[in-house]
């Protein structure tokens, strides 16, 4: 069994070769994905993907806690880094320590992200210095969708570049091991990875980034819409699909269950 990538493994991937992070919600998908992940996350996306909410607003800590430890338990090699949802740290550094606390004591992940930038510097901070690993996470934060007003790229003007940099440059200089750069455009993305000594994954961003996150359902085709930048590398949806077909109508002609799938007695 080889060991689990630490903090300083994923610090190290600075400028190299790129981290490949993955989102995971369970033990079964953790499994799959930690064969070819350096970091995965369980992130509040879990809300929507899994849930069927409508954003990731109503994801709470037990949710995230509860995926967080069944995450765990598939999942060997990769850092595993538990998103901390929408009001579990906003009000301030101790409901964030709070939070963490219990994120990283009862799941045994070893990180928690959180989003924000400027306005969350000193909760990052507050975190590392109390030995709390964090990934930051700016640009298109959708905790924020309804200030947004909706899934909206950030930085389509560059009248707002100024806002974003600094907020990756606050976020780096706060003690963040690494940031989230989702929906950004593709030369801000790439910018501010030239500019910050920590490794940045993109999401929507730039191949530039120090890395790459996705949402596992995603990509493998299982959910229903995506935006313009997942890209489907599976269909897995339609086998699905395709399998719970060939089972109904399997029961509904009494070919299955067929002689293999029965018990007969002994004697
Ligand atoms: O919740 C999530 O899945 C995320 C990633 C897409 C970055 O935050
Ligand atoms: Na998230």
């Known amino acids: 069994v080889?060991?689990?990538?630490t903090v300083p493994d994923i610090t190290a991937r600075k400028g190299g070769r790129p981290i490949v992070a993955i989102t995971a919600y369970s033990a079964l998908t953790a499994r799959l994905v930690d064969r070819h992940a350096d970091?995965?996350?369980v992130g509040d996306s879990v809300a929507m993907v899994e849930h069927g909410m409508a954003s990731t607003l109503g994801a709470t800590l037990d949710m995230m806690i509860l995926h967080g430890r069944s995450v765990m338990r598939g999942a060997a090699r990769a850092l595993v880094t538990v998103d901390l949802p929408f009001g579990s740290y906003e009000a301030g550094p101790d409901e964030a320590f709070r939070s963490a606390a219990r994120v990283?004591?009862?799941?045994?992940?070893?990180?928690v992200k959180l989003e924000g930038g400027e306005a969350m510097a000193g909760t990052v901070a507050f975190l590392?210095?109390?030995?709390v690993p964090v990934v930051a996470h700016i640009g298109l934060t959708p905790q924020a969708v309804m200030a947004l007003g909706g899934f909206r790229t950030q930085g389509r003007a560059r009248a707002d570049w100024d806002r974003i940099r600094r907020d990756a440059i606050a976020v780096a200089e706060a003690g963040a091991f690494a940031v989230v750069l989702e929906g950004i455009v593709e030369p801000l993305a790439a910018e501010i990875t030239a500019a910050i000594p920590i490794p940045t994954i993109g999401i929507g961003a730039s191949p530039r980034c120090d890395g790459q996150i996705i949402v596992l359902e995603d990509i493998l085709g299982l959910s229903p819409r995506?935006?313009?930048f997942v890209k489907r590398f599976?269909?897995?949806g339609?086998?699905?699909d395709a399998a719970i077909a060939a089972y109904a109508a399997a029961v509904g002609d009494r070919s299955f269950p067929g002689p293999d799938n029965?018990?007969?007695p002994k004697d």
């Open 262 to 264: 029965v018990y007969q």
């Open 234 to 236: 599976g269909s897995l």
């Open 238 to 240: 339609e086998d699905a």
């Open 104 to 111: 990283l004591g009862e799941t045994g992940c070893t990180a």
């Open 128 to 131: 590392a210095a109390r030995g």
């Open 226 to 228: 995506v935006p313009r």
């Open 2 to 5: 080889s060991k689990r990538l």
């Open 39 to 41: 970091l995965i996350l």
